[in-house]
């Protein structure tokens, strides 16, 4: 299977803006019904590093976040946001990048990897 990537320019993080961009480079890849059913469980893997604001792009932008959720959402799939942090608790961390806010408001589950190994 060969790997697909788009990449799209976004003039800012302007929600109506991240929308369009990031359905766009899903569409340029075959669209999220190429990967993903109705009812179909997604897990959104977003980068949690440490709390930050949005601002410092030290972690995923919350704007994509709810993007990609409503994207996830529209064909009938159930979005999972999560990961580790490597400083600080995950509900603390995801607080202050803006990403539980999303998580609240989308109605999102919100989870914390864990190391298995």
Known sequence: MKTKVSIVK???YEQAFVNQAVKHAVD?????KTFIKKNDKVFLKVNL???AKPEKAITTHPAIVKAV????????AIPVVGDSTLFGNLESVAKECGILKICKEEKVKLVKLIKLL
């Open 10 to 12: 976004c003039p800012s």
């Open 28 to 32: 340029l890849i075959g669209g999220l």
């Open 49 to 51: 590093l440490q709390a």
């Open 69 to 76: 959720i409503q994207l996830v959402k529209k064909i009938g």
